[in-house]
């Protein structure tokens, strides 16, 4: 399994970011496709999961009102889009499949 991930962002408080993660590797409809983040200093903090078959999601409480994951089955990737950022959405924003973790990618929310 390789996941491959977009590179850094930075953004405005208020604004959106959209973190792409591109899979290889397996059948791309095995797994299902977890997002996973990480503040300075804190620990993992699980932001929901996505089945590729369909597309369907399951977002904890604390995300649901602001992310979305979605799938491009043609390129194998997956998107979480995180909308209205605070500071506090400062992270490391990881894709997990089956255990494999891509490198990650970091969201500096800054004004």
């Known amino acids: 399994v390789q996941l491959v991930q977009s590179g850094a962002d930075l953004r405005n408080p208020g604004a959106s970011v959209k973190v792409s993660c591109k899979a290889s590797g397996y059948t791309w409809t095995s797994y299902f496709i977890d997002w996973v983040r990480q503040a300075p200093g804190q620990g993992l903090e699980w932001m929901g999961r996505?089945?590729?078959?369909?597309?369907?999601?399951i977002y904890p409480p604390t995300f649901q009102a602001r992310v979305a994951f979605t799938v491009d089955t043609s390129t194998s990737t997956v998107y979480v889009e995180l909308r209205s950022l605070k500071l506090e959405d400062t992270a490391v924003y990881y894709c997990n499949v089956d255990g494999n973790w891509g490198k990650g990618t970091l969201v500096t929310v800054s004004s």
């Open positions: 996505i089945d590729p078959k369909d597309g369907s999601t």
